[in-house]
């Protein structure tokens, strides 16, 4: 593999544990398209090798992933003429209109995440902080998702954006159809304790000891024999498969894509919603609570 600029990849565990981490801390590790094309990268690499039987997934610093990166001066380079990400001029990047982008978030943030779900390895997301939009669709790819004790999740881009979810939408299959609903609408945030108890998240631990502890999840895993693991894993995601799940992947990506196309129609090719449209801006935005079953409102704390 050659160096990476945006992650990191160790192997432990005498190399039966890959450890990708999300390494961009300073930008709570937005995913600009560099990041992206080296986790895909990697998560090829982790199941190409034959030693390698659990791959974790986590993020450097304290954030997980803030999700898609909106505009670090590493993302804006990534677009500039002089100095664009090669993939911009692929797989529909030089189509016009809606062709695009349609194309493009297919590959980089579509095809991609269903991809990684269906890696043949084990896979398991560590997360800790704050895990937003896009953070959210990279650890629900992951076949268990281990939450620090600080961990919340929420998807803003429906009050933030004027979006319907982000690109691979998995929330309803994560917590049911009318959580989701409450908080695409509301855009609070579900508290890491209601995660683990809906089904979302399979541990949670002390923040400090998080790291330590996932590894030593991922040995237990690691020590089953790699048919038996794989075989668990291919008939739960065959049972959703044939319950749905690809199709409403699927059928929601194509919402998605005309969702943007609506606004970029409102707003000269711009492909959210803007104030004007009853959205603060992003950065203006209030802050994001918890979800409390009792108030319309959480209070902030």
């Known amino acids: 593999m050659a160096p990476y600029d945006y992650i990191t990849y160790e ?19 937005a995913q600009n398209r560099g990041l992206l094309v080296e986790l895909d990268d990697a998560f090829r690499a982790a ?52 062709e695009a982008r349609m194309l493009q978030e297919w590959h980089h943030f579509f095809q991609s995440t269903r991809r990684w779900r269906d890696l043949r390895k084990i896979t398991i997301a560590q997360v ?9 669709m990279l650890m629900w790819c992951c076949d268990l998702i281990v ?15 004027g979006m319907c979810g982000v690109e691979y939408f998995a929330l309803p299959w994560e917590i049911g159809p009318r959580r989701t609903k409450e908080l695409m609408l509301t855009g609070d945030a579900l508290g890491v304790d209601e995660a683990h108890q809906v089904g979302m ?26 048919m038996t693991a794989l075989l ?3 008939s739960v995601n065959q049972t959703q498969d044939n319950m749905g799940f690809q199709n409403a992947l699927a059928a929601c990506f194509s919402i998605h894509q005309l969702n943007h196309a609506h606004w970029a129609e409102q707003h000269d090719g711009m492909p959210i919603a803007l104030p004007e449209d009853g959205v603060p801006r992003w950065q203006d935005a209030p802050p994001v609570v918890v979800r409390d ?7 902030q704390g």
């Open 11 to 29: 192997l432990l565990d005498e190399g039966r544990v890959a450890r990708i981490l999300l390494d961009r801390p300073e930008s709570r590790n």
């Open 47 to 98: 199941e190409a090798d034959d030693g390698v039987r659990v791959v974790i997934l986590g993020g450097a610093g304290e954030v997980f992933s803030s999700g898609h990166d909106l505009g670090t001066p590493e993302c804006l380079a990534e677009l500039a003429e002089e100095t664009r990400h090669p993939t911009y001029l692929q797989d529909g990047g030089t189509r016009r209109g809606a």
């Open 128 to 136: 800790q902080g704050p895990v937003y939009a896009g953070g959210l």
């Open 147 to 161: 939450a620090a004790d600080d961990a919340v999740f929420a998807d803003v881009v429906g009050t933030r954006l």
């Open 201 to 226: 998240v399979s541990k949670v631990f002390p923040r400090a000891e998080m790291e330590a502890r996932t590894l030593e999840l991922a040995q237990r895993i690691a020590a089953l024999p790699t």
């Open 232 to 234: 668990i894993k291919e």
């Open 293 to 299: 079953k009792t108030a319309a409102r959480a209070e």
